[in-house]
């Protein structure tokens, strides 16, 4: 499975890279595919280990919650999963995965992948999801604009109080470098 996702990111890197415009996504179809056959638990729980009759044939043959490289695998998974979400700028469909339940487990955090913090990759994942129902409600003649407004409305108030937030802790952070620099000119 390491080689698997890894080659699979290495490949759609070099896609990227070289100027591709489509063929990265066969790629990514194929990390996503294999990866939404798997449980969040199944890579993420730590120490928790279901016992043999509730593990189908993949999920035995794997052994990601037994796995000493699980860390590599996380991280992998955690690359795959950012470029599933930011696919949909570029594609116009909705992430693969089950973004949502993924970026809320303890430990995982695209942050440290990619330098992306997890809320705001579900807020990317949310937009997609948003233009997906608008598009599908406009072909079948159901769009509600009051609905539109209220979708589109939590998704803005998520986004500001991310960024209020981040404020927070960016004033914080100076208040705590201003208070050590001002012990050290004691």
Known sequence: MTEFLSSGIML???EVFRGGEHDWQLHLN???STLSQLTTQDIF?????????QRDQMHNHLNFTE???RDGLQFLITAALWFDILSCVSTGKV????YSQWLSIPGLDTADVMGCQNWIMALIGDL???KQWKDNSIKTGLLSTRDLAVKGQRIETALESGLA???INKTALTDK???VLWVSIK
Request: overall charge negative; aromatic content about 4%.
């Open 12 to 14: 759609i890197t070099f």
């Open 30 to 32: 194929a990390l996503t």
């Open 45 to 53: 729980a730590p120490g928790h280990c279901r016992d043999d009759s």
């Open 67 to 69: 796995n000493k490289n």
């Open 95 to 98: 992430p693969a995965l089950p």
């Open 128 to 130: 997609a999801s948003l």
């Open 165 to 167: 937030q981040l404020e």
């Open 177 to 179: 470098e201003i208070n």
